[in-house]
């Protein structure tokens, strides 16, 4: 048993996605979150800077004594997952390779897309994984630059965001019978995803399709939380405004959190005079 949180890490609020799994499958294990909204999006940014901002990220999850930590942003996996995972001692998942394998499980007539952000597309990760597993699938991968400002600004349901949708994936319309929902903020998009490709499309949360890596990790390393262990704390962290992550987050969990807005470069920089 270990009673140590487990950390997610985010260019913003899309990770919420995978907590919200994670809170239905594991309620009894405790969770720190942080989310980089302050320079979300990280699709458009450099491979470098994706890889330094992550790693201050996992820096900082390491602060909270985390005992593993989840990805949970398909373009941070893209750049700088496997580098990561290969420096430290504890278990470090990534949210594509789960995602991968549940499309490939879905699809009936081999024909798969797949939507993330500029980075993971030209990554062309999803594609090496996804063929890696099965030869036969056909794979057609398209950046979807405009949504992930679209959640961040929490404009999921709006007139906007439904003409944005519609525009952007109506050259896939027809074409694939599974999708794979490649970056963590689109779910919150899902039900305008869903009513553009139709009901016939299967929908892939690729986040949510990490939560049972976790979960066997957790069995596996023997490193699950104690149900005897006193009340779960929960700690969201953002480096932007706390009050728009706030409702977003409220809104997709369905409880009341307490979030706290910090200054990565300043506890770095506290933690290590410690």
Known sequence: MDNRPIGFLDSG??????VKELIRQLPHEEIVYIGDSARAPYGPR?????????????????????????????TATAVAWEEIKAAL?????????????????????KKLGVIATPMTISSDIYRQKVQLLDPQVEVISMACPKFVPLVESNQTQSSIAKKVVYETL?????KVDTLILGCTHYPLLR????????PEVALIDSGAETVRDISVLLNYFEINRSREAKAKN????????????????ESWLGKAICVEQINLEEVLHESSDL
């Open 89 to 109: 001692d504890i278990p470090v998942l990534g949210v594509i390779l789960p995602g991968s394998s549940a499309a490939i499980k879905v699809t009936q007539g």
């Open 46 to 74: 450099p491979a470098d800077q994706i890889r330094e901002y992550t790693w201050q990220l996992v820096k900082f999850l390491l602060t909270k004594n985390v005992k593993m930590i989840v990805f949970a942003c398909n």
């Open 234 to 249: 929960d700690y969201f962290y953002t480096t932007a405004g706390v009050t728009s992550f706030q409702e977003m987050a």
């Open 170 to 174: 109506a050259p896939l319309v027809g």
């Open 191 to 198: 039900p305008i995803i869903q009513n553009v490709m139709g």
């Open 13 to 18: 609020v899309g990770g919420l996605t995978v």
